[in-house]
C-alpha cells in the first residue's frame, strides 16, 4: 500500500465523517416522496444506465 | 381584489427571481467548466505528476466546504468558485494524460466528455420542463452517497476491479439524482445563491467525467 491510497483513504474517512451530520439531518427533515415521484426518478436513471451501457458498447 | 393582485405580483417576483439565479448558475458553470478546460490542458502540458489529482481534489474539496459558505454571498464567492473549478480541472491533468496514453485514449475521452455533457443537459432539461419538486431525495442520495464513500474506501485496501466498476456507474446514478435535485431546488426557490448551486452542479459533472473515464477504460481494457 502506497502513501497515495493511504492519504485516499484518509481524506475518504474525513468526507464521511464531514458528510455524516448532514445526512443525518436531511433524512430527519425531508419530505415524503409519492410513488409517482419516485418513478419520475427512477425512469430517467434508467435511462442513464441504458446510456452509459451504450457508450461502453462503443469503446 | 387587490390581494389578489398583491398575490400574483408576489408570485411573479419569484419567478423572476428564480429566473435570475437559473441564468447566472448556467453562466457562472459554463465559464468554470471552460476555465477548468483550460486548467486541465494546462496540467496536461507541464506533464504533472499522478499526486497532482489527488492533492487537487483534496484541497479543491477542502475550500468548497470550508472557505466558500463563509464568502458564498459576497463577490469573493466567485474568485473561490473559480480557484475551485480551476484546482479540479488542473488535478484532471494527469489522469486524462493516462487515459490519452491508452490505444483508444482519446476515444474513452471524447466519449465520456460527450456522455457526461448529453446526461447533463438532458436531467436539467427534464427537471425544468417537469418543474417536479426533487426534495424527496435529498435523504436518499446523502445516504447513498456515503455508502459510496464507504465502498469507495472498502475497495481502496481490497482492489477488486470488478467492485471499482460497481462503485463508478452508481456514483453515476447519485450525481444523475444530485442534479435533479440541485435543479429543482432552484426551480422551487429552496437555493437562492448561485454560488452555491454553480459549485454544487460543477461537483455532479466532474463526479460524472471521473466515472464515466473509469467505466469506459475499464470496458475497452476488456477487448
Known amino acids: ?59 | 381584489m387587490n390581494q389578489n393582485y398583491s398575490t400574483v405580483a408576489q408570485r411573479s417576483t419569484s419567478a423572476i427571481a428564480t429566473n435570475k439565479v437559473l441564468r447566472n448558475t448556467y453562466l457562472l458553470l459554463s465559464m468554470t467548466l471552460l476555465f477548468s478546460g483550460f486548467t486541465a490542458a494546462l496540467s496536461m502540458l507541464m506533464n504533472t505528476p499522478p499526486m497532482t489529482y489527488l492533492i487537487s481534489v483534496i484541497g479543491g474539496m477542502v475550500i468548497a466546504m470550508f472557505v466558500l459558505p463563509r464568502f458564498a454571498n459576497s463577490p469573493a464567492g466567485i474568485g473561490i468558485v473559480f480557484l475551485i473549478t480551476g484546482m479540479l480541472g488542473f488535478g484532471l491533468g494527469p489522469v486524462l494524460s493516462m487515459y490519452a496514453s491508452l490505444p483508444n485514449g482519446g476515444n474513452i475521452i471524447t466519449l465520456s466528455l460527450g456522455g457526461t455533457g448529453v446526461i447533463f443537459m438532458g436531467l436539467s432539461a427534464y427537471a425544468l420542463a417537469t418543474k417536479k419538486d426533487f426534495s424527496f431525495l435529498g435523504g436518499f442520495l446523502m445516504v447513498g452517497f456515503l455508502l459510496v464513500l464507504l465502498a469507495a474506501l472498502a475497495n481502496i485496501f481490497l482492489q477488486i476491479p470488478a467492485m471499482s466498476l460497481m462503485i463508478s456507474a452508481v456514483v453515476i446514478m447519485i450525481m444523475s439524482g444530485f442534479i435533479l435535485y440541485d435543479t429543482s431546488r432552484i426551480i422551487h426557490g429552496g437555493e437562492t445563491n448561485y454560488v452555491l448551486a454553480t459549485i454544487g452542479l460543477y461537483m455532479t459533472i466532474f463526479n460524472i467525467f471521473i466515472s464515466l473515464l473509469q467505466i469506459l477504460g475499464i470496458m475497452s481494457n476488456d477487448d
Open chain 1, 1 to 59: 500500500m502506497d502513501w497515495m491510497e493511504i492519504i485516499s483513504a484518509l481524506a475518504l474517512i474525513a468526507f464521511i465523517i464531514f458528510f455524516f451530520p448532514a445526512a443525518r439531518e436531511m433524512i430527519k427533515n425531508n419530505p415524503q416522496g409519492t410513488s409517482s415521484d419516485w418513478m419520475g426518478f427512477v425512469i430517467p436513471v434508467i435511462a442513464i444506465a441504458i446510456f452509459v451501457t451504450f457508450l461502453a458498447m462503443l469503446v
